[in-house]
């Protein structure tokens, strides 16, 4: 066999590098598509930008038994839920620099800061405005993964890392573009939690955006019944006290 001349070696080589280019250009092009289109299907991206704050009334359904739970968010500022089970007030409050919790059924009977580790995983709830709305600027980065199949349908799947270092991978409707499905791996209690929810009843609000009013946990399944945009909220109930 004869030796490959430097040449070659390099048209080789170049090849390569334009077949990379080319893959990495293509899965660039098709995750913005994905994602420029999920963005439209739920209203659009200035529509979002001017949800500024959100009030959430709902109910955790578990075992035949409904949890009611009121969630109040500023964007980027705080983001508290309270709920109520047999008399008891289960609290959990977030803001960028730190995070509460009270659970009596856990051994929290009132509120206790959380650790770092668990605060991070949860820093991204503070975003109001749909993680995927304006990503690149929020400084999150976006990974194509190809199609998979999932209960006999194909998905669309996406990994989104934001800034904060928390890794989430979604699955895409081939032909809402709504997300179905959110993997993602949460802290709770010291350990760490692998989540899956599935994403249902999407519906749309008085100022034109989409959101799901059901998330399948598998064991749980919470029920929004009301959302009011842009409600002033006093961030005195962020303060952990």
């Given amino acids: ?14 090849s390569a590098f334009v077949l990379f280019t080319a893959v990495i250009s293509l899965s660039a092009q098709t995750v913005d598509e994905v994602i420029n289109k999920y963005v439209q299907a739920i209203g ?43 008399g008891s007030k289960i609290i959990d409050i977030t803001t960028p620099t730190k995070g509460w919790a009270q659970n009596p059924l856990m051994g929290k009977t009132s509120l206790e ?22 990503y690149k600027e929020k400084g999150s980065t976006v990974e194509y993964l190809g199609k998979e199949e999932d209960e006999g349908a194909s998905y669309h799947k996406v990994k989104l890392t934001t800034k904060n270092g928390n890794e989430k991978t979604y699955y895409f409707d081939l032909n809402t573009f709504l997300i179905y499905k959110e993997e993602t791996t949460v802290k709770q209690q010291g350990q760490e939690i692998k989540q899956s929810v599935k994403y249902l009843d999407y519906q749309t609000l008085e100022n034109g955006i989409k959101m799901a009013f059901k998330s399948d946990m598998g064991m749980m399944m919470m029920v929004t019944k009301k959302v009011t945009i842009n409600p002033t909220i006093d961030e005195a109930i962020f303060s952990g006290k």
């Fill in 113 to 134: 800061e959380i650790p770092a580790d668990e605060l991070k995983t949860k820093l991204d709830e503070l975003d109001v405005q749909d993680e995927f709305v304006n």
């Fill in 44 to 86: 659009g991206a200035e529509k979002w930008s001017k949800v500024q704050s959100l009030k959430v009334e709902g109910q955790i359904e578990v075992q035949g038994i409904a949890i009611p739970f009121t969630m109040q968010a500023v964007h980027m500022k705080g983001m508290r839920v309270d709920a109520e089970f047999q």
């Fill in 1 to 14: 066999m004869g030796k490959i001349k430097p040449t070659n070696m390099k048209k080789l080589l170049l």
